[in-house]
């Protein structure tokens, strides 16, 4: 079993930036990639960005892309998300995932988060 844990979510306002932190621990070996997604109220789960553990290529949706930024410590086991230029529109709950796979689709993600808050006032 994997589990990940994350931390950093908050109230800010427009324009604030955020770090969310996602531990991952457990039976790592056959995890590829680690992803983060996002779930507004009434809306579907959403790919947010990923990233391939051994290339540490990055991957990002076009309504982040260039605000926020994936990154990640292999000596700590940790998943960063930096969130820039936050927008009310990206009020969520942010969860973190684990696949085996690089992709973009939550069915491909075996691992998930508990999720913590992002709430951008306007």
């Known amino acids: 079993q994997v589990q990940l844990v994350e931390s950093g979510g908050g109230l800010v306002q427009t324009g604030d930036s955020l770090r969310l932190s996602c531990v991952v621990s457990?039976?790592?070996?056959?995890?590829?990639?680690t992803g983060w997604f996002r779930q507004a109220p009434g809306k579907e789960r959403e790919f947010v960005t990923g990233?391939?553990?051994?290339?540490?290529?990055?991957y990002y949706a076009d309504s982040v892309k260039g605000r926020f930024t994936i990154s990640r410590d292999s000596a700590k086991n940790t998943v960063y998300l930096q969130m820039n230029s936050l927008k009310p529109e990206d009020t969520a709950v942010y969860y973190c995932?684990?696949?085996?796979?690089?992709?973009?689709?939550?069915?491909?993600?075996?691992?998930w988060g508990q999720g913590t808050q992002v709430t951008v006032s306007s």
């Open positions: 995932a684990c696949s085996q796979y690089g992709s973009r689709s939550p069915p491909e993600y075996d691992y």
């Open positions: 457990g039976r790592t070996f056959s995890i590829s990639s």
């Open positions: 990233i391939r553990w051994l290339s540490s290529n990055t």
